[in-house]
């Protein structure tokens, strides 16, 4: 059986000329593990992300050598749409990824665009609110709700879409202490469930999930001693 996520020897460089952010970089994230990565401010965190998730090459360029399969697969030869209902990722920033008139039609968007039949796509609608503990927003508009509450919604639109791996870069960070509890209980949910989660953090407190915590430092993941320096 292939692991969730496998990395090989993975470096990236924005341009020729641009610090390398990421030097040989390995990693094997096995099924249904939570695996949390820290590190200094600007260090790489969020570009490694890119890289696990396909942004980088699909949609970022640069300079990337190495390999990251997904359940044996190379990204680089998976479609755009055969990523996104692999792995999903939630960023830090909601507003990135919220830009529907109501939550309704946030969390259908990436089903209709892979053209799910419209009954299973109201199914969907209603298990992710539910999981989310969102169900009362269903007609809101997303950006008329709080940062945590649009945080939810960014996770549901994700779930919506039935990856079997997730990554979070910060997602916890606009969300207050009932949320992070909810959301905490909800990765060991889905963890229950088999799926394969990477968080990133810079708050120590949401740690207490994780399976291993690994730290990038100097373009590279090494294990986790308990400081950053």
Do not use: W
């Not at 996520?5 to 990421?22: A, K, M, R, T």
């Not at 946030?106 to 009954?119: M, R, S, T, W």
């Not at 919604?153 to 992070?180: F, N």
């Amino acid at each position: 059986m292939n692991n969730p996520i496998e990395v090989n020897d993975l470096s990236y460089q924005y341009e020729n000329n641009s610090p390398v952010l990421l030097k040989k970089v390995n990693l094997t994230v096995s099924k249904g593990e939570i695996l949390a990565i820290v590190g200094l401010s600007g260090i790489g965190k969020s570009t490694l992300c890119y890289c696990l998730s396909g942004i980088i090459p699909h949609v970022y360029g640069g300079v990337m050598a190495g390999d990251v399969l997904l359940n044996g697969t190379n990204t680089k030869k998976m479609t755009l749409p055969q990523i996104a209902t692999t792995l999903g990722i939630v960023f830090q920033n909601p507003d990135n990824q919220l830009f529907s008139p109501s939550v309704e039609d946030e969390i259908a968007f990436g089903p209709e665009n892979l053209c799910v039949p419209q009954g299973e796509i109201k199914t969907r609608i209603n298990e992710v609110l539910a999981t989310v503990g969102m169900e009362s927003f269903r007609h809101a508009g997303p950006h008329h709700l709080s940062g945590g509450q649009k945080q939810l919604i960014a996770l549901a639109s994700v779930l919506s879409l039935k990856p079997d791996i997730i990554i979070y870069d910060e997602a916890m960070s606009q969300i207050d202490a009932a949320g992070k509890v909810m959301i905490k209980e909800m990765l060991l949910k889905l963890k229950s469930e088999g799926k394969t989660a990477v968080m990133v953090e810079h708050d120590f407190d949401n740690l207490d999930i994780a399976d291993r915590v690994m730290m990038l430092k100097n373009g590279t993941l090494v294990p986790y001693e308990g400081a950053l320096t």
